[in-house]
């Protein structure tokens, strides 16, 4: 099932990759469910985040992109999504909102209550390299009490950015 789920991931990023470079990609792992008051949810999350720049707007009010990306967990849960963000830099830190609504599967893990669900997530990253970075993010996945039942989720995770 792990497989299928990581075949699936890979299959989104070759499709939603340009032919043209300067695309960034990001690698992330972390915490899903980080706030399980239980302890029986908690999982460990796998992602990959896809980020043109070529499709930066600039506004008054900040940059902004699309993103696509996905996770899965240790029990099987994945989440599919395609969204949009914000970004601030402030020296070599950037500061980067953004809001995503996805697809969800609980496989083992946490029933959040329906398929579809939204994510919103806050991102601090620091330049470390050319064309690189470090970061740190905390996001929080639930489907706005559409469904029968509306759990939630709060995540957090440590990403590398790269582009290439």
Same mark, same amino acid.
């Given at each position: 099932?792990? $497989?299928?789920?990581?075949?699936?991931?890979?299959?989104?990023?070759?499709?939603?990759? &340009?032919?043209?470079? =300067?695309?960034?990609?990001?690698?992330?792992?972390?915490?899903? @469910?980080?706030? @399980?008051?239980? %302890?029986?949810?908690?999982?460990? $999350?796998?992602? +990959?985040?896809?980020?043109?720049?070529?499709? +930066?707007? @600039?506004?008054?009010?900040?940059?902004? *992109? &699309?993103?696509? %990306? %996905?996770? +899965?967990?240790?029990?099987? /849960?994945?989440?599919?999504?395609?969204?949009?963000?914000?970004?601030?830099?402030?020296? *070599?830190?950037?500061?980067? &909102? *953004?809001?995503? &609504?996805?697809?969800?599967?609980?496989?083992?893990?946490? =029933?959040?209550?329906?398929? $579809?669900?939204?994510? /919103?997530?806050?991102?601090?990253?620091? =330049?470390?390299? #050319? =064309?690189?970075?470090?970061?740190?993010?905390? *996001?929080?996945? /639930?489907?706005?009490?559409? %469904?029968?039942?509306?759990?939630?989720? @709060?995540? #957090?995770?440590?990403?590398?950015?790269?582009? +290439?």
């Amino acid at each position: 099932m792990k $497989l299928k789920k990581l075949y699936l991931l890979l299959l989104l990023l070759l499709f939603f990759t &340009p032919v043209k470079s =300067d695309t960034k990609y990001s690698f992330y792992v972390g915490t899903f @469910d980080t706030i @399980d008051k239980e %302890g029986d949810e908690k999982a460990t $999350l796998y992602g +990959f985040e896809h980020n043109n720049p070529i499709l +930066f707007k @600039d506004t008054f009010i900040g940059k902004f *992109s &699309p993103i696509t %990306g %996905g996770f +899965f967990t240790e029990k099987n /849960s994945i989440y599919l999504y395609t969204g949009v963000q914000a970004e601030y830099e402030i020296g *070599s830190l950037n500061i980067i &909102p *953004s809001f995503a &609504p996805g697809y969800y599967e609980a496989g083992d893990g946490k =029933d959040l209550g329906m398929a $579809l669900e939204f994510k /919103s997530e806050i991102k601090f990253s620091f =330049d470390i390299f #050319q =064309d690189s970075k470090i970061g740190y993010s905390y *996001s929080h996945i /639930s489907n706005n009490e559409w %469904g029968d039942r509306n759990p939630g989720v @709060d995540n #957090q995770t440590i990403s590398f950015s790269k582009i +290439f």
